[in-house]
């Protein structure tokens, strides 16, 4: 195997990466399901459905139940129940430093997520990352979802920034296969959503058992002169609206 292209954009996951909301998306669902379909799945297939796009999450059972879903309501309840519990949500801060260093190293830096806008809103105040954040990939805006690649090939259209100059992050086998499919290094993290035996068996090109794993590989980066700015920078324009509403004020940072 030949030596890597030098990196030149890091892209983060934010759910079980810089984030930790394993817990709550599990009760989130869990809650939903029971109430809507009178379903009760086992924690470890509830914990799989995480890295998956809300509206994939809520058709998941569809093959399994008599009549249809209220998918539209299920999305607002899961949200709902989410919001109303926001508070068991927990900030990882080595590896939100390791955002902001990769940023202050010159690295172009990505957030890529399957989470929608909405449910966003409800997490991104308390990283407080708008300051080192180049662009960000929601559920909206592509049309097809992690594993797919579209997102972080989204994300790297916007940075200008070629498949093998750059890495994504995450905790899922979705983060995994997206990454891959587009052509970027792949870094799994141990501290998120789906189990260490299932990362290791996607082989990523990097495996971090601790944030401060993470954050000591981002720091031993090399310096690099310019910072690649964002060619449509979305974040900032999406950050400003969620002030502009309100959404995650009221003393939620960590």
């Known amino acids: 195997m030949g030596k890597p ?56 059972l ?10 539209e309501q299920m999305e607002a309840d899961e949200v ?3 919001a109303a519990n926001r508070h068991l949500e927990r900030v990882i801060p080595e590896a939100v430093h390791a955002v902001q260093t990769a940023y202050r190293k010159g690295y172009a830096v990505g957030l890529v997520t399957s989470k929608n806008r909405e449910e966003l809103h409800l997490s991104l105040p308390k990283l407080q990352l708008d300051a080192y954040v180049d662009t960000i990939v929601t559920a909206d805006d592509t049309e ?6 579209d997102p972080v090939l989204c994300a790297l259209e916007r940075l200008q920034v070629a498949p093998e100059h750059a890495i994504y992050i995450g905790d899922t086998v979705f983060d995994l296969s997206c990454g891959r499919a587009a052509g970027v290094q792949v870094a799994a993290v ?10 290791r068996a996607a082989q990523p090109d990097y495996y971090f058992e601790t944030p401060a794993d993470l954050l000591e590989w981002i720091e031993q980066l090399p310096v690099i002169e310019n910072h690649a700015k964002a060619k449509k920078d979305d974040f900032r324009t999406y950050a400003e609206r969620a002030d502009r509403v309100g959404a995650g004020t009221g003393g939620d940072a960590d």
């Open 190 to 199: 141990a501290w998120g959503a789906h189990l260490p035996e299932d990362l």
């Open 80 to 82: 709902a129940y989410y």
């Open 144 to 149: 097809r979802h992690k594993p797919n690649p």
């Open 62 to 71: 569809d093959d399994r139940i008599t009549g249809s879903a209220p998918h």
């Open 5 to 60: 292209e030098p990196l030149c954009a890091v892209l983060f996951d934010i759910d079980g990466t810089l984030i930790d909301t394993v817990d709550l998306i599990v009760q989130a669902l869990d809650y939903t399901y029971r109430k809507h379909l009178g379903v009760a799945l086992p924690r470890a297939e509830l914990r799989r459905l995480i890295g998956l796009p809300l509206s994939v999450q809520m058709r998941y």
